[in-house]
């Protein structure tokens, strides 16, 4: 059977762990030769080493994904390592419980340079060696909490509807590019991110709040929409927003 990004280069951001690992195995077991990008070297080789493990393809660079020097990097290694760049996952992204009275000044600057500036410093810098796919696609990494509000993480919730709406521009942008641009929305997934609350009943009772499914999700049931999103099946989708959260934002 023919794998569903079969030869795609796919660099992955914050691939390290939770999430963006699970999406950079399941993009090379599908075929993808993977760049694996994150601050943290000793899990992106892991990573690395897990799909090689896999029998797949990846190489690992380490990359603070708010920097647009390493930006250069990342793409400068994936050009000479690969010849262009197919598929960009915008991954990376952190969290500060925090109300937005809480909310100091240091904090919310964090959260936006590395969760909005970083998509939108990928975005742009990806734009020359994805002139050379034929079929590019952007995946942009925002969370249910970027279409609706929470207590107590007033920042992360506002850079996550910033690259929400960035995705749109980007996808009316790049139209002259034949790149589309789409967003992902997870809900609750049981990462690294959420496991302290998790671990708790009324914290994970608080956090699952009203999740149809009422369980956390794993970060592999996002990973199934990304890798749509990375392959030709979603060749008509542009600029959309794709909620994966067990039905949280239904009711
Ligand atoms: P995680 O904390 O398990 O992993 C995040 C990875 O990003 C880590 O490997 C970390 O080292 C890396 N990272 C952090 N800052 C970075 C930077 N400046 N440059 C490069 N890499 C950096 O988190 P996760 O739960 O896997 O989250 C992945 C993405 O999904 C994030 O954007 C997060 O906001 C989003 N998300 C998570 C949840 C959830 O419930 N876990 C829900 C919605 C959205």
Redesign the pocket.
């Known amino acids: 059977m023919t794998k569903r990004v079969e030869g795609k280069i796919a660099v992955v951001?914050?691939g390290?762990?939770?999430?963006?690992r699970a999406h950079a195995r399941l993009l090379a077991s599908e075929g993808a030769r993977v760049v694996v990008?994150?601050?943290?070297a000793a899990?992106g080789r892991e990573t690395v080493d897990l799909i090689e493990g896999e029998g797949g393809t990846a190489t690992f660079v380490e990359?603070?994904?708010?920097k647009a020097k390493d930006w250069e990097s990342v793409v400068g290694h994936a050009t000479e390592e690969y010849g262009r760049i197919d598929v960009l996952v915008n991954?990376?992204?952190?969290?500060a419980f925090t109300s937005l009275q809480d909310t100091e000044e240091e904090v919310w600057d964090r959260i936006f340079a590395?969760?909005a500036k970083?998509t939108y410093l990928g975005c742009k810098a990806v734009l020359p060696a994805m002139e050379r796919s034929t079929a590019p696609s952007i995946i942009n990494?925002s969370?249910?909490y970027g279409i609706i509000g929470a207590p107590n993480a007033a920042a992360y919730e506002a850079s996550k509807g910033a690259v929400r709406t960035l995705t749109k521009a980007a996808a009316v942008d790049f139209k002259e590019f034949g790149i589309r641009v789409n967003s992902v929305h997870?809900?609750?997934?049981a990462?690294?991110?959420?496991n302290d609350i998790l671990a708790d009943a009324e914290g994970t009772k608080a956090l699952l709040g009203t999740t149809i499914l009422d369980r956390a999700g794993q970060?592999e049931e996002v990973s199934a929409v990304v890798l749509f999103l990375a392959s030709d099946e979603s060749s008509f989708m542009n600029g959309s927003e794709v909620v994966v959260d067990g039905g949280y934002i239904a009711q």
């Open positions: 951001t914050g390290a762990a939770g999430m963006g990008t994150d601050v943290d899990g990359h603070d994904v708010s991954n990376a992204g952190i969290l590395v969760n970083g990494i969370s249910m997870p809900g609750v997934i990462t690294a991110m959420t970060p």
